[in-house]
C-alpha cells in the first residue's frame, strides 16, 4: 500500500473517531433545550447521554473481537451503517423513550467503529514510526472533537433545533461508507478470540442494573435501588467467577493482578467520571440558571477543550521521558482542585474567575489520558497489548456514564430549581473525591512494587491459560 493510500485510510478511520467523539460532546449542550421540547426530566436527560455510553461500554470488547474474526472492514462498515441510521432516528424521535432508544442504536454502531479503527490503523501502519505518528493523529482528532462538540452543538441548536446536531453524522457517515468500502482493505486477525456470550450478558446486567439504580433509586424508592445494586454485585462476581475459568474470556481478569493495569482502570472511570460529571452539570448550570445561550455555553467549555488539546502531548512526553507517575499526579490535583473550586460557585460568580476554573479542569483532564492507556498496556506482552488498551478504554465509558449518574441524581434530589446551585455544590465535591482517589492510586500503582506485579502478570500471561488456571 502506497503512503498516499495509507494516509487516506487513516483519515477515512479518523471519520468515524470524529462523529462518535462529537456525539459524546455535542448532546451535552443541547440538553436543556431538548428537555424543554420533550418535556423530560433530570432523569431523563441523564438517560439520554448514558444510553449512549452505556453501550459502548458493554460493547467495545465484543466488537473488536467480532471484527478480528468476521473481517475488521466489514465490521467497520457495518457500525456506519448502524451509527448513521440511529442519527437519523434520533433526529426524528417523537419522545423521550423514542430518543433514549434511538441513542442505544447509535451506540451499537459506534462501538463497532473505534476499536475497530484503531484495529485497521495498526495493521495499515507496520512501521513502528509511521504508526505512532498515526496514532497521534487519531489522539488529535479527540482534541479537536472535544472543541468543536459544545461550539457546533450550541450553534445548531440556537439557529435551527437540537434535532440538527443528530442531522451533521448522516452526511459524513455516508461518505465514511463510501470512502471505507472504496480505498480499505480487508484484513482478519490470524487466530481470533472466541465469542463469549455469558460474559457479554453479565456485562450487561453488571452496567445496566447499577446505573438503573443509580438514575431511578430515588423515584423508584429504596427496595429497587436495593434489588439493582445486589444484582449488579451479584453479576460482577459471576462475571470474575465465569472469566477465569475460560481459556479466552471476554475480559482476562489475570490482567488485574498487575497493580499498574488495575491502577489505570481505576483513575479512568475516576477521571471520566469527572469528566461526565462536569460536562452534565456545566450544561444545566449555564443555560438553565445563568441564562446563556446553547452557543454561549458552549464557547464557554472552550477553555477546558483546548488546554486539553495543548496539555495531552506535553503529558504524552512526560509519560515517555519520566513515566506515568508525574502526570498522574498533576492530573490528581487538578481534578481535585477543579472540584473543589467549582463547589463554591455561585450563579453570580464572574465569568473570568469561571473559566479560569475551566482551565484547571482542562489541564488535569488534558494530564489523565496518556498515561492511563500507557500504564494500562506497561509490561503487558505485545500480544495482549491491544486487548488491555480495549479494557482501559471500556473503563473510560464506564466512569462517563457513572459521573452523569451520580450527578444527575445527587442534582435531581434537590427539587426546585432554586437548589440547583447547593446539589451542584455537592455533586462538584464528589468531582474532588474523583481526583483524590486518581492521585492515590497515581502514587500506589506507579512505584518499583507495582512495576514488579507487571512483570509477574507479564510472565504468566505469556504461559499457557492451562498453567495459569491450574495456579489459580
Not at 122 to 143: H, P, S
Request: aromatic share 6%.
Amino acid at each position: 500500500m502506497t503512503r498516499r493510500r495509507r494516509i487516506l485510510v487513516l483519515l477515512i478511520c479518523c471519520m468515524s473517531l470524529l462523529i462518535v467523539s462529537l456525539d459524546n460532546t455535542i448532546v451535552n449542550v443541547a440538553l436543556p433545550s431538548l428537555g424543554h421540547d420533550l418535556h423530560a426530566p433530570v432523569s431523563g436527560l441523564q438517560w439520554t447521554v448514558d444510553a449512549y455510553t452505556l453501550t459502548l461500554a458493554s460493547l467495545l470488547m465484543l466488537a473488536g473481537s467480532t471484527a478480528d474474526r468476521v473481517g475488521r472492514r466489514r465490521t467497520f462498515q457495518t457500525g456506519l451503517v448502524i451509527f448513521t441510521a440511529g442519527s437519523l432516528l434520533c433526529s426524528l424521535a417523537p419522545s423521550l423513550g423514542w430518543l433514549v432508544a434511538a441513542r442505544i442504536v447509535q451506540a451499537v454502531g459506534g462501538s463497532m467503529l473505534n476499536p475497530v479503527a484503531m484495529s485497521i490503523i495498526t495493521n495499515t501502519f507496520t512501521d513502528r514510526r509511521e504508526r505512532a505518528q498515526a496514532i497521534g493523529v487519531w489522539g488529535g482528532v479527540v482534541g479537536v472533537s472535544m472543541a468543536l462538540g459544545p461550539v457546533v452543538g450550541g450553534l445548531l441548536t440556537d439557529t435551527v433545533d437540537w434535532r440538527a446536531i443528530f442531522w451533521i453524522n448522516v452526511p459524513i457517515g455516508l461518505l465514511a461508507l463510501f470512502l471505507t468500502w472504496r480505498f480499505v482493505p480487508e484484513s482478519k486477525a490470524p487466530s481470533a478470540r472466541r465469542i463469549d456470550p455469558v460474559g457479554q450478558v453479565l456485562v450487561i446486567v453488571l452496567l445496566g442494573t447499577l446505573t438503573y439504580g443509580i438514575i431511578e433509586g430515588r423515584a423508584a424508592g429504596p427496595a429497587v435501588s436495593a434489588v439493582c445494586f445486589v444484582v449488579a454485585a451479584a453479576a460482577l462476581a459471576a462475571l470474575v467467577v465465569w472469566e477465569l475459568r475460560r481459556p479466552e474470556p471476554l475480559i482476562d481478569m489475570r490482567f488485574f493482578r498487575s497493580a499498574p493495569f488495575s491502577g489505570a482502570a481505576v483513575m479512568a472511570v475516576s477521571g471520566f467520571g469527572g469528566l461526565g460529571a462536569f460536562l452534565f452539570l456545566n450544561t444545566l448550570y449555564l443555560q438553565s440558571h445563568r441564562g446563556l445561550s446553547a452557543l454561549a455555553a458552549g464557547l464557554c467549555t472552550l477553555p477546558v477543550a483546548v488546554t486539553t488539546t495543548i496539555v495531552g502531548p506535553l503529558s504524552g512526553r512526560l509519560v515517555g521521558t519520566r513515566g506515568p507517575r508525574v502526570p498522574s499526579v498533576v492530573a490528581g490535583v487538578c481534578l481535585a482542585a477543579a472540584g473543589a473550586l467549582l463547589s463554591q460557585v455561585t450563579l453570580t460568580t464572574p465569568l473570568p474567575l469561571l473559566l479560569g476554573i475551566y482551565v484547571v479542569f482542562g489541564v488535569g483532564f488534558g494530564m489523565l489520558n496518556p498515561p492511563i492507556t500507557n500504564t494500562a498496556v506497561s509490561g503487558m506482552p505485545l500480544a495482549q497489548a491491544g486487548v488491555a488498551a480495549a479494557v482501559a478504554s471500556t473503563s473510560r465509558q464506564v466512569g462517563q456514564s457513572l459521573g452523569v449518574a451520580i450527578a444527575g441524581s445527587v442534582v435531581s434530589s434537590a427539587g426546585a430549581n432554586a437548589a440547583f446551585v447547593p446539589a451542584a455544590h455537592a455533586a462538584y465535591r464528589v468531582n474532588a473525591l474523583y481526583g483524590l482517589i486518581v492521585l492515590a492510586v497515581a502514587l500506589l500503582t506507579t512505584g518499583r512494587w507495582a512495576r514488579a506485579t507487571a512483570e509477574r502478570t507479564a510472565a504468566r500471561l505469556t504461559e499457557s491459560p492451562q498453567v495459569t488456571l491450574s495456579r489459580g
